[in-house]
């Protein structure tokens, strides 16, 4: 499976819940898919949705799920301590981990190599890590938000694209709706 | 007075309630008060565009945050603030080190300084300097200022504000 195949199938679980999702494709992917306000796209700042979602997740008690991508969280690494050392229970971070950078031409990240992204969120000290392949991410989607644990989740999937239009949303009005939502 | 108090008093009154940290000597005393703080949560980060987005996650949860870090920052921090603080309208009061000025001991430090204000200047972020201890008295109305604009707002701490580096 792709990422928007795996997006396409999660759908009805996020709707739900307040969502990060990642610069570029991911975002773009979701957008079509299934827009939602609960839904907080990133147009730039490749690395942040991690820290964004942790920030929002210590700050309320609404689920927090982060759309994260293995480039993105290899280029913010320090994330992983930092999430480990301070615990929000309703934070998970899910990381479709396609081994490239899908928004810039697939280029091969090295998670597709020697690197194991489950392996340095565990060294960091993170507690629950999950990894699964592509086919079961709604189950392991939905026992993390049932366990009420923070929980990283690394989804082993294909790399590859769905073509989708940009978001052309203004980024306040993003944000707003957004904050709407979490103050519901 | 004590300045580190000062400080931490002004951000508890302003509501302030998640501060992010990355340490500067000059920085340490304040950051041992938040620290020791209830009212506040101070989640230390690695890298300060880290800090940044935590920073605008906890504000769109309710909460009211702030950033402690040093002006070496800026080098790392411009896109963060561009892309994420500026393009979004996010309040982010930045207290910055201003190492590299005035009685500053290291001179690596000197060539970030002379770009600082450029940056900040270029990056259209209000910003004042703190050079006298008494210019802390500014401080509440800057912190008034930040979450009335929902700008990123610097606020440049240099040696001679906090009385000299030291001992080094």
Known sequence: MIRSEILREIAPILRDQLVVCNIGIPSQELHAIDDQPSNFYMLGTMGLASSIGLGLALAQPKPVVVIDGDGSVLTNLGTL???????????????????????????????GKKTSLAGIARAAGCENVVEVQDVDTGKALQDALDSGKMTVLVVKCDSGNAKMPLITMDPVVIRDRFMTEVAR | MNIDKKITDDLVANGISFVTTVPCKQLAGVIE??????????????????????????????????????????????????????????????????????????????????????????????????HHQQDVEELDNILKYTFMSNKPVAILTDANFWGGYGDQ
């Open chain 1, 81 to 111: 301590p930092t999430i480990a050392n301070n615990v929000a229970d309703n934070y998970i971070l899910m990381i479709i981990d396609n081994g490239s950078y899908g928004s810039t031409g697939d280029q091969p990240t090295y998670t």
């Open chain 2, 33 to 130: 008060e938040i620290d020791n703080r209830d009212e506040i949560y101070h989640i230390p980060s690695n890298k300060e565009d880290e800090g940044m987005g935590l920073c605008a996650g906890a504000w769109m949860g309710g909460k009211r945050p702030a950033i402690i870090m040093q002006n070496t920052a800026i080098g790392v921090t411009i896109n963060t603030l561009a892309t994420l603080i500026q393009f979004y309208r996010m309040p982010l009061p930045m207290l910055i080190s201003y190492r590299g000025e005035l009685r500053e001991p290291v001179a690596c430090q000197v060539e970030m300084a002379v770009h600082t204000k450029a940056l900040l200047t270029q990056l259209n972020i209000p910003t004042y300097h703190f």
